[in-house]
């Protein structure tokens, strides 16, 4: 996705997924605390859903629309945070693990993560 482009145009706009099908509504974007650009969206998954964590990176916008390349049901499926709060280094592990995307996260914060998911 463009990186020039100012995250809160993106608040309102349609997400839909590699096939097409309308996933719900942008809530909220995140940025990337060291550069500041935009990483992550929340997508709100119904009128009464939750919202779900999307990447930016490898999404793209189509017209008014975002289309994030994967499946419905893996974003439906996707961690959990809450909204209006900041993601830690660990949450956004979490998620990039979650869709397949690699990570360059400092060695340190990638150990302590694998500690706390039962790794050695």
């Known amino acids: 996705m463009r990186t020039d482009i100012d995250p809160r145009s993106l608040i309102g706009r ?10 719900g509504t942008i809530d909220e974007v995140y940025l990337d605390d060291a550069t500041g ?41 996707a961690p959990d945070f809450g909204v209006g709060r900041h993601l830690s280094p660990e949450q956004e592990l979490q998620l990039y693990h979650h869709y397949g995307l690699d990570v360059s996260l400092p060695s340190d914060i990638q150990r302590d993560f694998g500690r706390l998911a039962g790794e050695d």
């Open 14 to 23: 349609k997400a839909f997924d590699r096939n097409g099908a309308k996933i």
């Open 37 to 77: 650009v935009p990483e992550w969206a929340a997508v709100r998954t119904g009128l009464f859903g939750r919202d779900a964590f999307v990447p930016l990176e490898p999404s793209e916008l189509v017209g008014d629309t975002l289309r994030v390349p994967f499946e419905r049901s893996l974003i439906k499926g």
